[in-house]
């Protein structure tokens, strides 16, 4: 289980505390960039493997992450996600046939942001059928895959919708029951129309040829000013 961490010490808190009360997981290894030592900290607290990464870019830091991996599979988790025994159930379940190579779990949005709840049926179909995975959805791998296929690009945001597109096309790929529940922070602040605006305005510009470095510059401009 790969967890990268920017600033972020009381999401990654509470996603370590969550996830180290479950069973089947082998190994946390926490890739922060934090400019703190609190992650530092809190990986040795919880008894997970801690990463120190120079600057945020969470391609390199789920890589650097990966590589100190030693388990079959690996899961790479946003810190604000929602991880649950049924998920882990689920995951191992699947990866015991030898034909899948990865995957991710269905997205599904919570009562903070009960307008968007129309989206899942279609999300779901869509992920049914190919489309793209996204880092909020714990996109897993088999390690030996992970190297295969050249691991994530290390960019600092859309590296999940990269790795996704080679993932999709090197083999059997799965997207799992019961969906995964990620923070609502951004759209509770926000207003989850217009970050989901963003989100897709920011999706379509790295998909035009937009650099990725100046798109996360733009995404997390709150995090970098504070």
Not at 22 to 49: N, P, W, Y
Not at 92 to 99: F, G, S, T
Not at 142 to 160: S, V, Y
């Amino acid at each position: 289980m790969v967890v990268p961490c920017w600033n972020d010490a009381g999401a990654l808190e509470e996603c370590l505390l969550g996830l180290t009360a479950l069973e089947g997981i082998c190994e946390i290894i926490v890739a922060d960039a934090s400019t703190d030592d609190e992650g530092r900290e809190l990986a040795r607290s919880f008894g997970a493997i801690f990463e120190k990464c120079s600057k945020p870019n969470r391609g390199a830091q789920m890589n650097a992450g990966a590589a100190r991996a030693t388990g079959e599979v690996v899961v790479f988790h946003h810190a604000d996600s929602i991880l649950t025994q049924a998920h882990v159930e689920a995951l191992r379940e699947a990866m015991r046939d030898p034909e899948i190579i990865g995957g991710a779990f269905h997205r599904k949005f919570d009562d903070r942001h009960r307008l968007l709840t129309w989206i899942e049926p279609l999300a779901r179909m869509l992920n049914q059928l190919g489309s793209t995975l996204y880092g909020d959805q714990s996109i897993f791998v088999r390690r030996e895959f992970f190297q295969r296929i050249g691991a994530f690009a290390e960019i600092p945001l859309m590296e999940d919708i990269d790795f996704s597109r080679r993932l999709r096309r090197s083999g059997r790929t799965v997207v799992l029951f019961p969906p995964l529940v990620s923070s609502a922070r951004r759209h509770t602040a926000r207003g989850a129309w217009k970050v989901s605006i963003e989100n897709g305005i920011l999706i379509l510009l790295f998909k035009l040829g937009a650099s990725p470095h100046a798109l996360h510059r733009w995404y997390y401009r709150d995090r970098a000013e504070a």
